[in-house]
Each structure stands twice: as C-alpha cells, then as structure tokens.
C-alpha cells in the first residue's frame, strides 16, 4: 500500500461523512464514462495511441504506444469528495486541494460537470499534445452526432463567450464543452445541461443523433 493509499483510507474512516462516499461512490459509478480521457483502450482517443512493434523473433505486433503514469494508472482515490453548500455554487473542483464538492441532493449532471473538470486538470498538467488529441478525437466523435456542431463551437469560440464563462467560473474551454455534449449524449440529456451556465437555452434547436 503506497502513501496515497494510506491517505486515501484515513479520510474514508476519519474524515469523510456518510453523504462523501456516496458522492464517492456516484463519481466511480460515472468513471467508465470517463475513460476517453485517460485515454483507455476501446475509447477514440486511444486509436490514436495505437502502433506496432517488433518482438523478439523480429515480428510485427499491434500494440500501443505508452502514456504518463497520471493517465495509465489513473485513479479516483488521489482526490477528496465533499457535499457541502458553497456561496453562490452548485460545485466545484479545487485543483489545489484536489477536492470535488458539490451541494446537498445535487444531481448528476453537477457531479459530471465537475469530474470533467477534474480529468481536465489532469490533462492539462501533461505535455499539451495530449490535451490536443483528445480534442481531436472528441470533436471527430461529436461531428456525426451533432450536425451543427462547428456553429455551436464557433459561438463558444468567442473572446466574449469564453472570458465571461472563465470569469464566473473559471476555464471551460472546447474541450469541456465537447466533452459535456459527450456527456449529455450518453445520459439523454438536452445538449448544454452538463455545461450549465444556462446554456442549454443557447444550444435549444441544436439536436444530436445518438
Ligand atoms: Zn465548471
């Protein structure tokens, strides 16, 4: 058991009150929907980590290219989840303390609004190319489903749109836009209520294929 572990477990007995690991347990419910952004074998960002290689006897075999330990050995249990009632905020993910807290009796598309943020911060302290070809697999994926997609990224796209978004609450950038419709795809949702921010009433006439 590594120090980590060892944290991870004092908090689960000594910390963490009944309505923490339940938010715990729904987080690690929600991973597999996560995955894209650890790049996990079967998703669309993991084609393009795909390669081959020679092995001993000097024959070709499919196999993939190796990915910072952050990604491969990715874990739920490096953070801290906390319900609680915070000024002016439905939740929030501090990357400082690595806490993801949201509001009493939140619903999941909070709680899936703040995991991305939580794997974003994760991507985002990793050489950027990687932070670029999830993008690219994501928006490719998203580009079938969502027919007026380029309109929709192009208005977020704006000096306007992504400076008042950072200023409320801080970066929500492509990215976490593409990867909220991701989101509300998967779990039926109007396209924009994983974003919040009101902008589902933006993307109102905006319909996707699943
Ligand atoms: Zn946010």
């Not at 060892?6 to 689960?12: A, C």
């Not at 009150?17 to 339940?22: G, T, V």
């Not at 489903?145 to 609450?169: M, R, V, Y």
């Not at 990215?175 to 919040?196: A, E, H, N, Q």
């Given at each position: ?7 991870f ?6 910390e963490?009150?009944?309505e923490?690991l ?17 790049f ?26 190796s ?13 801290r ?32 609004h ?5 794997h974003?911060?994760?991507?985002n302290?990793?050489?950027?190319y ?9 928006y490719r ?16 796209a ?5 400076s008042?978004?950072?200023n ?18 998967r ?18 006439g ?5």
């Amino acid at each position: 058991m590594n120090t980590n572990d060892m944290d991870f477990l004092k908090w689960r007995m000594e910390e963490a009150s009944p309505e923490d690991l339940a938010l715990l347990d729904r987080v690690a419910d929600f991973g597999e929907f996560f995955e894209d952004m650890c790049f996990a074998p079967g998703t669309k960002p993991y084609e393009l980590t795909k390669c081959q290689a020679k092995d001993d006897d000097g024959e070709w075999f499919d196999t993939s290219m190796s990915l910072p330990d952050e990604l491969e050995y990715f874990s739920y249990t490096w953070f801290r989840y906390k319900v609680e009632k915070q000024e002016g905020l439905s939740g929030s993910f501090n990357h400082l303390t690595s806490v993801l807290t949201v509001e009493p009796d939140a619903n999941d598309s909070t709680i899936l609004h703040e995991m991305i943020h939580l794997h974003e911060f994760l991507i985002n302290d990793q050489p950027m190319y990687l932070h670029d070809m999830l993008y690219w697999a994501l928006y490719r994926d998203l580009k079938d489903k969502i027919p007026k997609l380029d309109e929709i990224i192009t208005g977020h796209a704006h000096l306007l749109t992504e400076s008042s978004l950072f200023n409320q609450g801080g970066l929500h950038d492509i990215l976490f836009l593409l990867k909220s419709f991701d989101l509300d795809i998967r779990m039926g949702y109007p396209l924009g209520t994983v974003f919040g921010y009101g902008r589902i009433d933006d993307f109102k006439g905006y319909d996707y294929v699943k």
